[in-house]
C-alpha cells in the first residue's frame, strides 16, 4: 500500500457486484372502468352463488398473498414458499404468486426454481416487466451476464419509465466492461428519477472509474443530501476526495463513515484509509 492514498490509482470503492442486483416488491395494480349508467338484469341464484365463491376465492389468494410478503420481509423465505405454493394450487393462472415464490426462491438461493418461477409469471401475464427483471436478477446472480442484459433490455421495452430498470442494466454493463453503455443507462436512470439513491450511486462509481470525479463527487454529493444516513456515499466521496488531493475534507468523509456504518470490513478499509492520509 502507497504512502499517500493521493497517488493511488483508481482505490478501491465501494460497489456493486454481480449478485447484488436487487428485487423490487412492488403490485402492479389495474383498474377496470364499468358504466354505472347501464342497467344490468338480474342474477340468478346459480350466478350469485358462482360470484360468491369466486368473490371467497379471490380474498383467500389475496390473504395468502400477503402473508408470504410478510415472511419475506421477515426472512422466512421457506415459509413464504409454501404458503404461495398453496396459492398457485388454488389459482394456478395468477403471475403474482410465482413472481413472489420466485422471489423467495431467490433469497434463498435456489436458483433453477426462482429462473422457472419468473418464466411462469411472464409466461402469465406477458405484459409485467417484473419477473422479467426478476429472471435478469437471477441470471446476474448465477453469472450469466448477457442473458440479464437481454432480460432487463426486455423490461425495459414493457416499462421504459422505469429508471431502476435502466440502473439495475447499467450495473450488469458496467460488470461486462461495456463503460459506455452502462453510463447511457445511468444516465437515463437519472433522467427518470433524479433521486435514485442506487442510479447517482453506480454512475459515481463509473464516472471515477472514467477519471471524470468533479462529476462523481457531484453526484455522491446529491445523493447524501437526499440521504445523510447512507454510509457508503461518504466512503466513496472520501476516496475520491483524497485522490483529488482534498485531504481534509477527506478526512471528514471517512470519520464519517467509520461512525455510522456496521460494516467491520468497510471500516477497516477506511481506517486504513485515514491512517494514509496523515
Not at 482505490?11 to 358504466?35: D, H, K
Not at 433522467?191 to 472509474?209: G, K, M, T, W
Not at 455522491?220 to 483524497?242: E, M, Q, S, V, W
Request: hydrophobic share 40%.
Amino acid at each position: 500500500m502507497k504512502s499517500k492514498t493521493q497517488k493511488r490509482k483508481n482505490p478501491l470503492l465501494i460497489g456493486l457486484t454481480a449478485g447484488s442486483v436487487v428485487f423490487i416488491l412492488v403490485m402492479i395494480v389495474g383498474f377496470l372502468l364499468t358504466s354505472g349508467q347501464q342497467k344490468k338484469p338480474a342474477l340468478t341464484q346459480r350466478q350469485a352463488a358462482a360470484i360468491e365463491q369466486q368473490t371467497d376465492t379471490d380474498f383467500q389468494i389475496k390473504a395468502l398473498r400477503l402473508s408470504a410478503l410478510d415472511q419475506i420481509d421477515l426472512g422466512h423465505n421457506e415459509t413464504a414458499v409454501k404458503i404461495l405454493t398453496q396459492a398457485v394450487k388454488i389459482a394456478p393462472d395468477e403471475s403474482e404468486n410465482y413472481y413472489y415464490r420466485a422471489v423467495a426462491y431467490s433469497n434463498l438461493g435456489e436458483y433453477e426454481k426462482a429462473l422457472a418461477d419468473f418464466q411462469a409469471a411472464a409466461e402469465k401475464n406477458p405484459h409485467w416487466a417484473l419477473p422479467l427483471a426478476g429472471r435478469g436478477s437471477v441470471n446476474v446472480a448465477q453469472g450469466n451476464l448477457d442473458a440479464a442484459i437481454e432480460d432487463f433490455g426486455e423490461a425495459i421495452y414493457l416499462e421504459p419509465d422505469q429508471g431502476d430498470l435502466y440502473s439495475n442494466r447499467g450495473q450488469i454493463y458496467h460488470q461486462l466492461g461495456k463503460l459506455t453503455q452502462a453510463r447511457d443507462d445511468y444516465n437515463m436512470a437519472v433522467e427518470l428519477n433524479p433521486d435514485s439513491i442506487a442510479a447517482r450511486f453506480n454512475r459515481a462509481v463509473l464516472l471515477y472509474a472514467l477519471g471524470k470525479n468533479e462529476e462523481a463527487v457531484f453526484d455522491l454529493t446529491y445523493a447524501i443530501k437526499i440521504d445523510p444516513n447512507h454510509a457508503p456515499l461518504y466512503f466513496n466521496r472520501g476516496i475520491i476526495l483524497a485522490d483529488m488531493g482534498r485531504t481534509e475534507d477527506a478526512r471528514a468523509d471517512l470519520e464519517h463513515f467509520i461512525s455510522i456504518s456496521n460494516n467491520s470490513e468497510w471500516i477497516k478499509l477506511a481506517e486504513e484509509s485515514l491512517a494514509e492520509l496523515k
